[in-house]
């Protein structure tokens, strides 16, 4: 069969939701790939990708018509196919995510460490949605207010706040969390280590965004449905980066004031930091607009099936896929 060469420009389409809940670097054009599978795979041939990355380029090739393997060095590439490739159950991952946002919201430290008292209407019951640090202290807050017409704001810390920014390092944590040092890498720079507060991988977030990431990993760790599981894991996936101390406040001229900068083409750690409140990221991972939930909706019908999973090979905790 010949093959006409593609040697025109082809334009990046808007991406669809099974794409924008994914995070990964350096994600390529969904359409784009998925023309050049189409061009250059025989009718009846196989695509092959051994850098699968997000694994969209396997989702493009089944969309196509072709069948795929996929896998990479990165046990994520196995994990997003796993997931996206599932059935989807919204009742029962509801009642799970629901479950285990109803027992952070209830533990004793989130109700202590992220909450304050609403500047407007007087609620104590006001919750953090971030704070915002320079050099050690706090600077401003984020405010949600369910009881007044405020709603959302930016406030200064009051004492309390102030307090409990400081009080926090005291929090014990029950649950597991990653208390190893960081590897010999020059990622791990010495500016790195100093704005980070240490050199150990809890580091990486304020003791109370630890304890709450930890709590929940705990409980999804819990659930029974093997399914439901993984989907509660993709959706911790896209928040632990996001309310980490690597989350770096946009500029005031940006006007985003409850939203973290987080295009950066390399790691850092910034002396201005965005401490973003983990159990509402984690909701948001869930059933927001670039939501596990959006992602599974909108799989089967922008693929057009369920991909049928092969595995060729489960070596070193990674998987091959025949798709």
């Not at 430290?109 to 209407?121: A, E, I, L």
């Not at 050690?136 to 706040?161: H, L, M, R, V």
Request: charge should be positive; charged fraction near 20%; hydrophobic fraction near 40%.
């Amino acid at each position: 069969m010949d093959v006409i060469d593609i040697n025109s420009a082809l334009v990046e389409e808007k991406r669809p939701p099974i794409y924008t809940a994914m995070k990964y670097w350096g994600k390529k054009p969904h359409n784009i790939w998925r023309e050049y599978i189409k061009r250059y795979t025989p009718e009846n041939g196989l695509c092959l990708d051994p850098f699968a990355g997000s694994a969209m380029s396997a989702f493009e090739g089944v969309k196509a018509g072709k069948k795929v393997i996929a896998f990479d060095i990165n046990p994520l590439t196995s994990f997003f196919i796993e997931v996206l490739s599932a059935e989807y159950d919204f009742s029962l991952f509801k009642a799970s995510a629901e479950k285990i946002i109803a027992e952070v919201v209830n533990d004793n430290v989130y109700n202590q460490f992220f909450k304050t008292k609403c500047r407007h209407c007087g609620n104590e019951q006001a919750v953090i949605q971030n704070t915002k640090w320079n050099r050690g202290e706090i600077f401003e807050i984020g405010i949600i207010c369910e009881k007044c017409n405020s709603s959302k704001y930016i406030a200064a810390p009051n004492s309390t706040d102030i307090n409990n920014s400081v009080d926090q390092k005291n929090i014990n944590l029950c649950y597991w969390f990653p208390d190893r040092p960081f590897h010999a890498s020059p990622s791990f720079s010495a500016s790195f280590i100093r704005n980070i507060g240490g050199n150990h991988f809890y580091n990486i977030w304020t003791r109370r965004n630890l304890y709450i990431i930890s709590k929940i990993f705990s409980l999804i760790l819990a659930e029974t449905n093997s399914n439901v599981k993984k989907l509660l894991l993709m959706s911790y996936i896209k928040t632990i980066h996001l309310c980490s101390k690597m989350s770096v406040p946009r500029r005031q001229a940006a006007n985003r004031d409850f939203s973290t900068s987080w295009g950066r083409a390399a790691y850092l750690c910034s002396s201005r930091q965005m401490e973003m409140n983990p159990l509402l990221l984690f909701f948001g991972n869930c059933f927001g607009k670039q939501s596990v939930d959006s992602a599974m909706r909108s799989s089967l019908e922008y693929i057009g099936k369920r991909p049928k999973l092969l595995y060729i090979d489960k070596a070193n905790d990674n998987a091959t896929f025949f798709l």
